[in-house]
């Protein structure tokens, strides 16, 4: 039966590849690249599909599927996180793997960009559960990564212990340890300082950065964050630290509002102790809708896609909108944004410190020598600085918005990599 157009119009502004390649190309358009070399970079190079069965408690055997997606790895090897979500689709791992290779560009790494995801909802599983499909699913994407090739990480509901799994069963596979094969592992088996807190941290610098470029001062600024999980709560509680007043935040089970702000380390205890943000004590709950469209100066959307569309894009309040989550804002809903004279720092640059010091653990791996976590946050705050700097006065020169900037210096670097590396035969 055929779609009508309204629906077909929907689902595709909701699909995040369609999304990343819609924003690649306008890039790429206004930048004038080269049409084969467009041709390139618009395509993801390798993608990988597994399916596989572990073995639950009951005894019973179920089946899982998930993806490991190689964007473009002209600049280095391909690094990015793994998903575990029941919403995990190829088409949204194509897309995070290709925001990898713009953001590890913007931030001047050596890498490329990749993804993993697995169609599974972790809360439903056993620990237990988890390690055997964390291990099987590690088995399954060994053929494509390891310390030279490909190196994983923690995205949305994915951990350190998660990680140290994958460290583990890629070691007894090849017999030795191999600690620079996943990066964001426990410190006791090369982990490094601040990688837990390093997106988050990431955020902070740049809401500074922000702020300093637009006359603000984070004593007069307001925040909402939608999502309190590893990049949301370590931005609410980093920029609390700074001046910021934390409005608003949210997470799956419910949303929580103080005009005056929130306690932010209470929050984080509160929901430790919970398992929620919901009935923070002096917090008014409100719905999910509304933290994104809070009475703020600035919206820091931290949980997952396509969360500010055409629908809500009109009704945003803050003007300043930081993208800790990647993909939070549609094509669509950028246009609107930018029509309102909304700010957007894209996710390309905003969420880029949980690589940079995931980069930081892989050099560290790879010599075994370990930095201190003062050093750690000081080299963040210099890549991540100067990502800021280098999109900001691309976007100025060029008259776009800073997404187009981000993407142009992207693409400038990835472009490059590639031109100088030729076409293999
Ligand atoms: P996480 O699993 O630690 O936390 C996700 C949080 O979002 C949870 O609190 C969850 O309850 C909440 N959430 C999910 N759907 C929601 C909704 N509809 N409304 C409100 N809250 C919702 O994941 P994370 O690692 O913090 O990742 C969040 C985002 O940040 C993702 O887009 C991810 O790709 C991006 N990111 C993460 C990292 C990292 O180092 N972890 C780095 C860069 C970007």
């Excluded at 999304?19 to 990988?48: I, M, P, T, Y």
């Excluded at 949204?92 to 909802?121: N, R, Y």
């Excluded at 910021?244 to 702000?261: K, L, M, P, Q, R």
């Amino acid at each position: 039966m055929a779609m009508p157009a309204a629906a077909a119009m929907a689902s595709a502004v909701e699909n995040p590849w369609h999304n990343a390649q819609r924003q690649f190309d306008e890039a790429a358009r206004l930048l004038g690249l080269d049409r084969s070399l467009r041709g390139v970079l618009r395509e993801v190079k390798r993608q990988l599909i597994v399916n596989f069965p572990v073995k639950m408690d009951d005894g019973s055997t179920r089946m899982f599927e998930g993806y490991r997606v190689q964007h473009n790895v002209a600049r280095g090897p391909a690094k990015g996180g793994i998903r575990y979500h029941p919403g995990v689709t190829l088409d949204e791992v194509k897309a995070l793997a290709m925001w990898m290779t713009w953001k590890c560009a913007i931030a001047g790494l050596p890498f490329g960009g990749a993804k993993g995801g697995v169609v599974v909802d972790p809360k439903q599983l056993s620990v237990g559960e988890l390690e055997r499909l964390t291990r099987r699913y590690a088995t399954e994407i060994s053929l494509v990564i390891g310390p030279e090739s490909d190196i994983p990480a923690p995205d949305v509901n994915t951990t350190p212990a998660v990680m140290a799994w994958i460290m583990d069963t890629v070691s007894m596979e090849q017999g030795f340890s191999v600690p620079a094969v996943v990066t964001g592992k426990p410190l006791a088996i090369g982990g490094s300082q601040g990688r837990n807190a390093a997106t988050g941290r990431g955020v902070m610098f740049v809401a500074l950065a922000a702020c300093r470029r637009l006359g603000r001062s984070p004593q007069e600024s307001t925040v909402a964050v939608q999502g309190f999980g590893n990049a949301g709560s370590f931005a609410a509680r980093l920029m609390a630290e700074q001046g910021f007043t934390i409005c608003a935040v949210s997470d799956t089970t419910g949303a929580i509002y103080a005009e005056h702000g929130l306690d932010i380390p209470a929050v984080i205890a509160h929901k430790q102790q919970t398992g929620s943000v919901a009935g923070f004590d002096g917090s008014e709950s409100i719905s999910s809708e509304q933290v994104l469209e809070a009475p703020v100066d600035i919206l820091i959307p931290a949980a997952l896609e396509n969360q500010v569309t055409a629908s809500n894009a009109g009704r945003i309040k803050a003007s300043l909108l930081l993208e800790a989550a990647n993909g939070p804002v549609t094509p669509d809903a950028d246009a609107i944004l930018e029509k309102r004279g909304v700010t957007v720092v894209p996710d390309v640059v905003a969420n880029a410190g949980g690589v940079t010091v995931s980069y930081f653990e892989w050099v560290q791996d790879l010599q075994s020598f370990f930095w201190d976590e003062d050093e750690i946050n000081r080299q963040l705050e210099k890549i991540m600085n100067r990502a800021v700097d280098d999109t900001w006065q691309m976007a100025q020169e060029h008259g776009v918005s800073l997404r187009n900037g981000a993407y142009f210096v992207a693409i400038d670097r990835v472009a490059e990599a590639t031109i100088a590396r030729g076409i293999y035969p």
